[in-house]
């Protein structure tokens, strides 16, 4: 099992830059694929970022594609967003999951995570 704090959210202009990071601990780390998983008002929970448990592989939303970044540090059962060019459109809870993986490759669906953070709030001013 894996317990999971994001940290690194807050209040941004809109353009700016946040860093997310998300601590695991538990065994294991890089047994985990990871992602971030946002839910804006009135939208569906969707995947925005997710890497596989060596990092070689990642996947991005369509509606962050260019502007954010997800990375690991496996020595460090840490897992980053970076988010540039923000919008307000980006202002939610963001949430960092985790999936057990024999394979390296990357879930882009909610329903692939069993393991979740408490969320960290994103919030972007026009």
């Known amino acids: 099992q894996v317990q999971l704090v994001e940290s690194g959210g807050g209040l941004v202009q809109a353009g700016n830059s946040l860093r997310l990071s998300c601590a695991a601990s538990?065994?294991?780390?890089?047994?985990?694929?990871m992602g971030w998983i946002r839910q804006a008002p009135g939208k569906e929970r969707e995947v925005v970022a997710a890497i596989s448990t060596s990092g070689g592989s990642t996947y991005y939303a369509d509606s962050v594609k260019g502007r954010f970044s997800i990375s690991r540090d496996n020595a460090k059962n840490t897992v980053y967003l970076q988010m540039n060019s923000l919008k307000p459109e980006d202002t939610t809870v963001y949430y960092c999951a985790a999936r057990l993986s024999f394979f390296d490759t990357v879930a882009i669906s909610t329903s692939d995570y069993a393991y979740w953070g408490q969320g960290t709030q994103v919030t972007v001013s026009s």
């Open positions: 538990g065994r294991s780390f890089s047994n985990y694929a």
